[in-house]
């Protein structure tokens, strides 16, 4: 059949991945010691959000549940793991991580099912990103008297996730934990338990030692239980600014280290001698790669006033061709948002930027009439004190400043509290490096965006955080030798 013609030139047939690979259970108990165990508390749904179909029933790990976790993982770290020589504890983490290889599809789809990101991103994004995680802290596990931290483990993490990568995050907590002679107790958000559930299994499969890792599922309540439990010796959190504080808070004064993983308002720096045709796919990229569930998002473009109308014509053509909708469809771009709650907050907020006086515009696009969707947005006219560019949306949304000079973009981009990521896009070497000085963020990215790598480390300043995930510095948070807080 002739493809009907339409403004974005040609539809698509869709190719949606077959979901027959994942096998997800009416109900799952909590993983403690090696083995689902039923919990003593209440049980939650997990939902699809680009349908709403309910996927499966969740147990709600209570007080009771989060102690035997950390009691199993302190019996496990006492007797096993803590003793086991690093070229043994290497052995497990390279067989999970080519389970993880070998699973891979399963995982993908899962994940697209569970959050509603599209396989194209799970599958070539997140899960390799996974399993490369797992394989390079494997490597680390016998050289550790090399990190420059020592080799003597803390004993028992307490890890908490947020939704917006399940599996990757959790890969980022686990893997440097175990590789360093920690054991864990992990609890994954509340909407997207099942890949980490999943993760549970590919334990099993590996003939980890029981109690090794434990995944308590829950809400807010059972991850305060965790970070706030006597017999955990760290604490690394992953999420909003908010409940980051509220940690700090919880375990001040005690003998628990901690490090956070928070929230981010990334400036993407367009100069007027970049190759603006890349620059447009970096600025894609950056906001609306995951659905702009991402904390390091660009979700501020500093363009320069010479090329704004150019770079800004450019985009909204390049919108138009984003494809939104099912998650499984090879084709599709942006998916759905992952909760009725963080859709409404990212309604209101935009609602704020154009009651406040910012453009606003999306391509004409049509959105499923189920689950929970919002548009590639972006809004022009911002000024600094709008609440669009102060804030993080955590959304498909993008807001427009312009510079003049790169003075005036480096004051620009450091007037967040925030400092997690930057992008800089020029032809010229040297203004990269002077960003790149200037910059108060983790990571500045030059003429790229959103690129991650297990080697290299990644983590925030001001109320972006503290700590390092990834690379020799990912090892300093779970080592006696390493950490200052
Ligand atoms: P969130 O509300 O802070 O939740 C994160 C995790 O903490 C969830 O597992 C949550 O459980 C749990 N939690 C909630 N209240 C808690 C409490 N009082 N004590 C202990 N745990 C508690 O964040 P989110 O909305 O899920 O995630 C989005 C945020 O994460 C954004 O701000 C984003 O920037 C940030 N993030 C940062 C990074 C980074 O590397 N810097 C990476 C990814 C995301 P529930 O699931 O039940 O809410
Ligand atoms: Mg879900």
Known sequence: MAAKKTSTAFEYAPAPESRAIVDIKPSYGLFVNGEFVDGHGKSFKTISPSTEEVLAEIAEADEADVDNAVKAARRAYTRVWGRMPGSERAKYLFRIARIIQERGRELAVLESIDNGKPIKETRDVDIPIVAAHFFYYAGWADKLEYSGYGSTPLGVAGQVIPWNFPLLMLAWKIAPALACGNTVVLKPAETTPLTALLFAEICQQADLPPGVVNIITGAGATGQALVGHPDVDKVAFTGSTAVGKAIAKAVAGSHKKVTLELGGKAANIVFDDAPLDQA???????????????????????????????????????????????????????????????LAKIRELSDIGEAEGAGRWSPPCELPKH???????????????????????????????????PAEAVEKANNTPYGLSAGVWTDKGSRILHMANKLRAGVVWANTFNKFDPTSPFGGYKESGYGREGGRHGLAAYLKGGVEQ
Do not use: Y
């Not at 984003?322 to 992952?338: E, F, M, Q, S, Y």
């Not at 000024?383 to 427009?400: C, N």
């Open 280 to 342: 447009v796919e970096g600025i894609v990229n950056g906001i609306f790669f995951n659905q702009g569930h991402v904390c390091c998002a660009g979700s501020r473009l500093l363009v320069q006033e010479s090329v704004a109308d150019d770079v800004l014509a450019r985009l909204k053509r390049r919108m138009a061709t984003l494809r939104v909708g099912d998650p499984l469809d090879k084709n599709t771009d942006i998916g759905a948002i992952n909760s009725a709650e963080q």
């Open 371 to 405: 689950g929970f969707w919002f548009p590639p947005t972006v809004f022009t006219n911002v000024t600094q004190a709008h609440r669009i560019a102060r804030e993080e949306i955590f959304g498909p949304v993008l807001s427009v400043l312009t510079f003049r000079t």
